[in-house]
């Protein structure tokens, strides 16, 4: 059995404002160890329930922020960044039975610990066939397509109201409460530690693969805090404007959908200005 961790840090334990996650920072390289006792836990979990195999896809920032030497030896890391599926790198070569979102959070709009989609600021909304969707919503809905079922997600108390509408059965750990965009009620890292590993030691008998689901096609649209934004977005081909801040576009399936989100992201990040946004 092959489970796959995706692993982002704004839901990892004590973490709760900018400089906790952005690199290069004191506070940062602080968070980075309790990032990774986060994940080290889920790995140890896993390997607990009976996986043989543990692949952890960084999928932070530079996807470079877990401390390798910390992780259990029996886990594999894949780390850096352009990778095709970006978050969930890995699920689309056939071999994995189940996956985990480690350290996730609410999406752009809406309340949670530094909540956002993809970019940290400048995108105020991203909705999927007409529902609000976040990070954790629209990865599940790329990995349905290659059949692996979301076994665990850990993050926030809304994080993990969040993934009850897209994965139900899902074990879910709330690492902190919320309190505002930058504060939490936040548990100790010897406690998230203990209930990640007995969640994804239970999570494990829920890695059963199933029939892909083709359930396309996808509409997304994305709202952004300035027109030109939205302007810049159309260089895309097929997004076109739905609004004065606004841009949708339509795939047949998640994987292209998500491929022209990160195109999108991408575009919308380089015509941001210093100042002004």
Not at 12 to 37: I, N
């Amino acid at each position: 059995m092959k489970i796959l961790i995706s692993a982002d840090m704004e839901g990892a334990t004590g973490v709760t404002w900018p400089a906790d996650v952005l690199p290069g920072t004191p506070q940062w390289e602080r968070c980075r160890a309790l990032f990774t006792s986060d994940v080290n836990a889920a790995v140890l979990g896993f390997l607990d329930g009976g996986a043989d195999e543990v692949l952890i896809n960084e999928a932070h920032w530079t996807m470079r922020n877990l401390l390798l030497e910390e992780l259990d030896e029996r886990a594999q890391m894949l780390t850096g960044r352009h990778k095709s599926l970006s978050m969930v790198e890995g699920v689309q070569h056939g071999d994995v039975d189940g996956i985990a979102f480690v350290g996730y959070h609410t999406g752009a709009g809406t309340e949670g610990v530094l909540a956002h989609t993809y970019l940290a600021n400048s995108i105020t909304g991203v909705w999927l066939n007409g529902a609000r969707a976040s990070e954790g919503l629209l990865n599940a809905q790329v990995v349905a397509e290659y059949g692996v079922p979301v076994v665990l997600v850990t993050g926030d108390d809304l994080t993990c109201r969040d993934a009850d509408g897209y994965a139900a059965g899902a074990r879910k750990v709330a690492v902190k409460d919320h309190v505002s965009r930058y504060a939490a009620v936040c548990r100790t890292p010897a406690r998230t530690a203990a209930d990640i590993r007995a969640a994804a030691k239970e999570a494990t008998a829920l890695a059963v693969r199933y029939e892909p689901v083709a359930g396309g096609p996808f509409t997304v649209q994305l709202e952004f805090d300035a027109e030109h934004l939205a302007a810049a977005a159309t260089v895309v081909p097929g997004v076109v404007r739905a609004g004065e801040r606004r841009v949708a576009y339509t795939s047949g399936t998640m994987y292209e959908g998500i491929r022209t989100f990160k195109a999108v992201t991408t575009i919308v990040s380089a015509a941001v200005e210093e100042q002004y946004g």
